[in-house]
């Protein structure tokens, strides 16, 4: 089968002669629709070896079901993949954590096949139905808007009326994140992004206030705007860099809520003391949840979060690396999720 292989940094491939993997038992085979990607190098976790296949946000049509195989789950339908690899007995899958297994990954990212190909064998869990309002191309972005599910649900938003919030980082996450506030009943909504592209994005997608942390005092200004007595109840940190942590911790009101959505690259300095003066919380979120997806479904169905707008661009797998990694990397801020059309 055709399908798009990682064989290392700057090494993607379009092969055509790919092996296709055997269904067993509990388990789907998948031909996938729509693929979305971030710029990130693949880390094998199962016993494959690089090269892998890649694409581990993505959508597909349901073409074959293993033995026993959920009664819900039907030959010809729609479906999200939730990628999720764990192993469901370390410490973490045992207390119900799966998301940071100890073992864990992500098909697409780690081995299990990807989005990226003609078929995909994954487990009869990982299928999410889509509702009929849903099409195969905003199914693709479940995946990135599930991370900023599971951020938000782990923030103090259920319990916190009209929350103000501060987002640092106006990326496909930060502005997933935006709409997730929003679907879910936040007051106020501020924004810290440096790219102008992005900026626009994040008023598109219904940020109240869009703020250019070069040019303006963010901690201040933020304060200000959430009535002058207190900064927000809940800041999330999606930019990952050394400046927002700080402006994340100084930023959040007393009591608040700091949560860090970003992954980081390295370790950078922190001074505990940024919190411990404001009585504040530092929560820490990894990845998402099956109930993550189903909020994600839900809230579209609903027409209460609508993503399309994250589509920037849509490509033909055969110009996965100028038409789509290259764009990622070399001229990011004009892009939020670009698809990889499987059938095009």
Not at 97 to 112: D, K, P, Q, R, T
Request: proline share 6%; charged share 20%.
């Amino acid at each position: 089968m055709k399908a798009a292989r990682y064989y290392g940094k700057e090494d993607i491939r379009i092969e055509h002669d790919v092996e296709i993997a055997k269904l067993g038992e509990g388990e789907v085979r998948v031909a996938p629709a729509f693929s979305s990607f971030s710029p990130t190098s693949p880390h094998p976790v199962t016993k494959e070896k690089v090269p892998i296949t890649i694409g581990h946000e993505f959508s597909g049509v349901i073409k074959e079901l293993g033995a026993n195989a959920p009664s819900h789950l039907k030959v010809g339908q729609n479906i999200a993949v939730q990628p999720t690899i764990y192993c469901g007995s370390c410490g973490a899958c045992k207390i119900g954590a799966e998301n940071a297994c100890y073992n864990g990954g992500f098909v697409g990212l780690s081995g299990g096949g990807g989005g990226m190909s003609e078929s995909v064998v994954v487990p009869a869990l990982s299928c999410l139905p889509l509702p009929e309002n849903i099409s195969l191309d905003v199914g693709a972005l479940v995946e990135p808007l599930a991370v900023a599910w599971h951020a938000v649900d782990a923030s103090p938003i259920a319990t916190v009326s009209k929350a103000k919030c501060l987002v640092l980082g106006g990326g496909p996450i930060g502005l997933a994140v935006v709409q997730v506030l929003l679907s879910r009943g936040a007051g106020l909504v501020i924004v810290s992004e440096v790219a102008a592209r992005r900026q626009e994005f994040a008023k598109q997608f219904g940020a109240h206030h869009v703020l250019d942390p070069r040019s303006n005092d963010l901690v201040a200004i933020s304060k200000e705007l959430c009535g002058g007595e207190n900064g927000p109840d809940i800041v999330f940190d999606c930019a990952g860099v050394p400046q927002s942590l700080e402006t994340a911790c100084k930023a959040v009101a007393s009591r608040g809520t700091v949560v860090n959505v970003a992954i980081w690259e390295k370790a950078v300095p922190f001074d505990p003391n940024w919190l411990v003066f404001r009585e504040a919380k530092y929560q820490a979120v990894l990845g998402y949840q099956r109930k993550d997806f189903e909020g994600v479904i839900e809230a579209i169905a609903e027409g209460k979060i609508k993503p399309e707008a994250m589509i920037t661009s849509k490509i033909r797998v055969e110009d996965l690396v100028q038409g789509g990694y290259t764009p990622l990397i070399k001229e990011k801020d004009k892009h939020v999720k670009i698809l990889v059309d499987m059938h095009a």
